[in-house]
Nanobody
Framework: QVQLVESGGGLVQAGGSLRLSCEASGRTFSSSHMGWFRQVPGKEREFVAAIRWRGGSTYYAASVKGRFTISRDNAKNTVYLQMSSLKPEDTAIYYC?????????????????WGQGTQVTVSS
């Protein structure tokens, strides 16, 4: 079992930066693939970024590539999402997710555990 708690969301002006953190409980964190997704009301949850547990390969949605960076610190059981050059369209609730096995890290169905989400609001 893995429990996830996100933090770091808030209100920022366009062009600014935020760093989201997701702290995981459970001994299986270091062997879990981790992902970030986001959702706005009335829309489906969309993939933002993912990082594999072995090798640390990273993946990004086209809309955030070059602006967002996902990383993990297994010693701290934490995964991060550094967001830069933020745009109003990045406004959403951001969710952290963990997958015990690779069922497709780019899709929400590939994850077993989810955090409660943290709100990110980018003003123009």
């Amino acid at each position: 079992q893995v429990q996830l708690v996100e933090s770091g969301g808030g209100l920022v002006q366009a062009g600014g930066s935020l760093r989201l953190s997701c702290e995981a409980s459970g001994r299986t964190f270091s062997s879990s693939h981790m992902g970030w997704f986001r959702q706005v009301p009335g829309k489906e949850r969309e993939f933002v970024a993912a990082i594999r547990w072995r090798g640390g390969s990273t993946y990004y949605a086209a809309s955030v590539k070059g602006r967002f960076t996902i990383s993990r610190d297994n010693a701290k059981n934490t995964v991060y999402l550094q967001m830069s050059s933020l745009k109003p369209e990045d406004t959403a609730i951001y969710y952290c997710a963990a997958a015990r096995v690779d069922k497709g890290v780019l899709r929400s169905a590939g994850y077993d555990y989810w955090g409660q989400g943290t709100q990110v609001t980018v003003s123009s």
